[in-house]
């Protein structure tokens, strides 16, 4: 792995549907151990960019580096296996499991246990106790055994986090992680998503202004497709081109 | 909770129920054949034996896998052709191969074919990789016509399964007890691997594949590997029941790769209930006893075998084995018998409706088929006249009146499930809060 300074860097990133520009030429640079929010209006291509780096779409043109290394053209699961652990917007587990056995299919990979069928999950010291870890982390231990389906909305979340992190990639794309959910939840879910990425690298894609003042060092305004400011929170605040193509009022508003 | 859960997770050495669970099916492998020792009852349960490893084949990929496979007749069918052409070779000399180890070379050609067509299949999943296994499936029963070096034509391939000195002084396979223990030993080995397959990390990443293959693919698997690599196990498992089908019956003709095949294993399967690992089991025994004994009854099983089907999809959609678990879970809170009364309604009820209806389909089947043969057609021990008015009238109000007592009973059993539950749920509740 080469050494950079950027855990993540988007180079001129392009993407195109048909003849709609989408992203159209995005430039980011993230030191390690930042963390990042994203934000923009509706339609400024924000999940756009989510799937693009972690390999969802491919890239029209440009670059995407991980640690330094070129990602873009890579499978999804490559750009995992490489550091790289993303969370959805919707919750996307594997429903019909427990959540416990939804961590433990997170972890597996990057213990080196691959698609092995001559090991039994049971013998896998390391896997169970860094799932059991896990689910300690995201307070759903007293849920071990819950089938996925069932889970509420907010512990639903949670384990959409955890499976996220399970694997101990060092950099975590969370697509709106407190989406739906009411004031108090929110405050709870911050302080889980802060206690659970320590030390990582963090890119949010977050709506609520209270959200990304709580959790970001960093905040990359995203407007048509472009990064228009990319700079700690009262620089952002102060920046003329962002307070006149979207942010003035919200701002205001929040602070 | 921290106790158990400390528990939970450490591998138990002497894990008494599941010792029980494994003895009493490797017990009822062995004495069943001493029960039912009729030759025609030992024909069934050595089919069963097939059946068994060919269904919990088929689950790797149905309720494991969410693969939903039109076409894997194709693998249990390749590889009764290879067994069988094997075991020419071993009558003819060429090639000194015990005859017990036979269906392993259908296990290698099972797995071999599936390599080969797995990889385009399961580049796909949903109704792409069905469409393509229907194809394929459709492709390998066109090529059984065109070569029949190898597939036999017409008449199929035959052999002969006692060869050479009897292994261990006695062991010639001749016997068709021979052949069934031979059989059963396959059949409890590759259950027990099979179930294995579930509890290691490809087994789980299966499950995990069904239930959400995108995400699977965001925490560093690759959905197709996964896929392909269940579908050559299970395309071994398939070939090893081939092969035992191939010594079984001594001979192999192009029907064994069709679609009629591919279909019993979906349609069992899924009757058995996919979504529990003993699912399958039940289902085999209802494939050999549905495929022989209801032919042997009637004319029209077919048409049983499809109404059967549409209640299953229609009321229960986890099969046999899903609603034993649930009824089991029922009698672990001991409500078992509020709804015994219910039980004997439905079954009363479906009974009479079954008697009406099937003296109209027996009439109906006479008249067509049989109909030089007089308009009178014996049903369960009376007599009906098809050309009279008086027996026709009669079965379709025996029916009707089934049907609305069936209804009604039904709702009623439902409306006592729901209570049922409902008290579960809170026992359930109040377990926890203790």
Not at chain 1, 11 to 16: G, N, P, R, S, T
Not at chain 1, 166 to 192: C, H, Y
Not at chain 2, 75 to 88: D, E, K, M, V, W
Request: proline share 3%; charged share 15%; hydrophobic share 50%.
């Amino acid at each position: 792995m080469s050494s950079s300074e950027f855990a993540l860097e988007l180079l001129a990133v392009k993407k195109a549907f048909g003849k709609s520009e989408i992203i159209r030429g995005a430039q980011l640079q993230v030191k390690a151990g930042e963390r990042v929010a994203i934000i923009g209006p509706n339609g400024a291509g924000k999940s756009t960019l989510f799937n693009l780096i972690t390999g969802r779409f491919g890239l029209s043109s440009g670059e995407i580096r991980l640690h330094g290394q070129r990602i873009d053209g890579k499978k999804p699961y490559e750009i995992n296996r490489l550091g790289l652990s993303r969370s959805f917007q919707v919750s996307n587990l594997f429903t019909r499991l427990s959540v416990f056995e939804n961590i433990r299919c997170a972890v597996l990979w990057s213990l080196g246990h691959r698609y092995s069928f001559w090991k039994f999950l049971a013998d896998l010291t390391d896997a169970n106790e860094r799932a059991e870890a896990v689910l300690a982390m995201i307070k759903l231990d007293r849920r071990r055994d819950v089938p996925a389906m069932n889970l509420t909305y907010a512990e639903a979340r949670a384990l959409e986090i955890g499976i996220t992190i399970a694997g101990g990639s060092s950099v975590i794309l969370l697509d709106e992680p407190t989406a739906g959910m009411s004031k108090s939840e929110t405050q709870r879910f911050i302080q889980l998503i802060r206690e659970v990425t320590v030390g990582k690298t963090l890119l949010t894609v977050e709506h609520d202004m209270g959200v990304v003042f709580g959790l970001a060092d960093k905040i990359a305004v995203l407007v048509y497709g472009e990064v228009i400011a990319f700079d700690v929170p009262d620089a952002v605040r102060a920046d003329a081109r962002v307070q006149e193509a979207y942010l003035g009022s919200v701002l205001a508003e929040a602070h | 909770m921290n106790s158990s859960r400390a528990q939970s997770f450490h591998f138990k050495p002497l894990n008494v129920g599941r010792w029980l669970v494994w003895g009493l099916y490797a017990f009822a492998l062995i004495v069943a054949p001493l029960l039912w020792t009729s030759s025609f009852a030992q024909t069934m349960l050595t089919q069963i034996g097939i059946g068994i490893i060919a269904c919990l084949a088929y689950n790797i990929l149905l309720g494991q896998g969410g693969m939903l496979s039109f076409g894997h007749a194709v693998y249990s069918g390749l590889g009764s052709f290879l067994a069988i052409h094997t075991l020419n070779l071993a009558v003819s000399g060429a090639w000194n191969i015990p005859v017990s180890l036979i269906p392993l070379i259908g296990g290698a050609a099972g797995m071999g074919v599936a390599a080969l067509l797995g990889y385009v299949s399961t580049k796909k999943a949903g109704t792409p990789f069905a469409m393509i296994t229907l194809g394929l499936g459709e492709l390998v029963w066109s090529m059984s016509l065109m070569i029949p070096e190898f597939f036999g034509g017409e008449g199929g391939v035959s052999s002969n399964r006692v060869i050479g000195e009897p292994f261990l002084g006695f062991l010639t396979f001749g016997p068709q007890i021979q052949v069934y223990y031979l059989i059963a030993a396959y059949c409890f080995i590759s259950t027990a691997a099979m179930f294995a397959l579930t509890r290691t990390p490809l087994g789980r990443m299966l499950n995990a594949v069904r239930d959400n293959p995108e995400r699977v693919a965001f925490i560093g698997y690759d959905t197709q590997w996964v896929r392909y690599l269940a579908f050559m196990i299970s395309g071994f498992f398939a070939g090893v029941a081939g092969g035992l089908a191939a010594l079984n019956f001594e001979i192999v003709t192009a029907e064994v790769v069709g679609a009629a095949r591919s279909g019993a294993y979906l349609l069992f399967t899924f009757l058995g209930g996919a979504t529990f690992f003993f699912g399958p089991i039940i289902g085999a025994v209802l494939m050999v006893v549905g495929l022989v004994l209801l032919s042997e009854l009637t004319q029209a099983w077919l048409l049983y075998l499809g109404l059967i089907f549409l209640f299953m999809v229609m009321y229960a959609p986890g099969g046999i084995a899903s609603l034993i678990m649930m009824n089991l879970r029922v009698a672990a809170y001991g409500k078992l018998r509020q709804l015994t009364g219910s039980y004997l309604a439905l079954a009363g009820t479906a009974l009479t409706m079954l008697v009406g209806g099937g003296a109209m389909i027996e009439m109906l089947y006479h008249m067509q088929l049989n109909a030089a043969m007089g308009p009178e057609v014996e049903f369960i021990g009376v007599t009906l006249n098809t050309a009279g008015v008086d027996a026709w009238f009669g079965s379709v109000m025996v029916m009707l009146v089934g049907l609305g007592l069936f209804e009604m009973s039904r709702r009623q059993y439902v409306r006592e499930w729901g209570d049922v539950q409902a008290e579960i749920e809170k026992e359930i509740k109040r377990r926890e809060a203790l």
